[in-house]
């Protein structure tokens, strides 16, 4: 009987090695910046954290703060991903998505990785970290906000209305967000965001509503005078 031939193992080339090299070393930043913040943060203990050599650490990330903004850019790519699958998801059921915005509000802003950021956000803006750390922010939180507000707008709310409730939705769960860190984790927030849900649906269906501004625009002509001198004609 003819022995089964192994399949020989394919060695990984360079190129794979670095990647998976780099990705070890990202992802141990990542774990190490969330437990212990900048101030703490040590190249050392990150390779140490992902099993790499001191010196491949140094080779792939020769400072600390080079490591640090990959490690941000990557937290970033990935909840912006996170984002764009909820948009999706709400684009092919426009009712839900409202609760698709709640939803990524608070996995984002009530997580780690809005703590991390805004760590690093705590930098001084006029040094080099700073100032790459604010771009890394505008460079993929503000196009999150943006497909929010383009889904909203494409499901037929208007652009000003749309614009408002996805800031307030911003805005609330940034504001539990930091809460957080001056009072722990609040039960309360769901309540919250629920009530806010409310007045957002009402802000969407009146602004949608098809004689919404037909309605606006003929009582803001039934004036006093117009209205006095329909009473005396009549």
Known sequence: ??????????????????????RKLIDGAIDLLKKKRYTSFRTADVAEHAGVSKGAQTHHFPS??????????EVYRRTQQRALERIAVGRSAPDTLLEQLVADSREFFLGDDFLLSLD?????PSSTLGSDVKRLAQLYRLPVEQAWLDALVAAGHPQRQAKDVVRLTFAIARGFGVRQLIAGQDEEFQQLMDSWMRMAKAMLLLSSAPDASGISSRRSLDTPQRKARKKNSA
Do not use: F, G, I, S
């Open 1 to 22: 009987m003819a022995t089964p031939l192994v399949p020989a193992r394919t060695r990984r080339t360079q190129a794979e090695r670095t990647m998976a090299t780099q």
């Open 64 to 73: 600390k703060d080079m490591l640090v903004l990959q490690a941000l850019e």
């Open 120 to 124: 690093l956000m705590m930098v001084d």
